[in-house]
């Protein structure tokens, strides 16, 4: 089997690469090393793919190779590139977001329509709900993102269903809830949470933590790209979340325990396009995909923990 995976050096890509290299694909990864965040960590994300001869890297923005090259004789694709970041996706920045997540998506899908795949996987998110009182979200549930990312990501959404009711380009959907891991990008709240800890420093909770998530482990994630990849659904959005509803106070003792040490907290006021709570039913990727979350928060946060003790 032949795959291209796109974003294949950022947390979720290069994880998904991997998989797909040890279940025997050929897979092609394009990354362009967005500034976002430090290249050094992407590079080393797919050091070891580097070293499989199944895999090909293209060095790359999507918008600017040959798709129709890259996509000869491919059976998957795998979308998990974006600008991503709810808080820097405000005012001029929206445009690269626009750029990233919305162009590139639909000049992907374009491509796509005479290629003969045989499944278009978009790693959508769950900031597309925004702040909903209906808990928890269903993929039926109204989608009022509250930031512009969650705009751009709703809009690559509309794009995969149009082209599959238009082309029959036979998309489905991820809507990743929180996901986090070993190699987690440093910006996300765990990485900060655990490194902060580890070396005695002040957490920064925006908000006054009573706020909840819904975490997915790494793992589960990428099991939810290979169900999705082997099954016959087409045109159809899935929730993925982790079963794990938490507020984040609670993840601050959780951490505490598995660290054995006590977090300084300082509370600051919350973020424009922070949603207040996070919750996936699942219960439509768990029926129609077999999509069934198996890492739980602790054992998900004390490998994420292992992973940042060998960093620092």
Known sequence: MNSVVTGCAGFIGSYLTERLLDLGHRVIGVDCFTDYY??????????????????????????????????????????????????????????????????????LLEACKDSGIGKFIYASSSSVYGDTNELPMKETSPTRPISPYGVSKLAAENLCYLYWKNYKIPSISLRYFTVYGPRQRPDMAFHKFIKAILNDKEIEIYGDGNQTRDFTFISDAVEANILAMNSNANGEIYNIGGGSRTRINNCIRILEEITGKKAGIRYMDGEKGDMVHTYADTSKAESELGYKPKVSLRGGLRKEVEWITKMI
């Not at 795998?78 to 639909?106: C, D, M, P």
């Open 38 to 107: 430090s290249r050094e960590i992407k590079e080393g994300n797919i050091e070891d793919s580097l070293k499989n001869r199944n895999f090909r890297f293209i060095q790359e923005n999507i918008r600017d190779i040959d798709l129709k090259d890259v996509l000869k004789n491919v059976n998957f694709v795998f979308h998990q590139a974006a600008q991503a970041g709810v808080r820097h996706s405000w005012g001029k920045n929206f445009e690269i977001y626009t750029q990233n997540n919305i162009l590139a998506t639909q000049k």
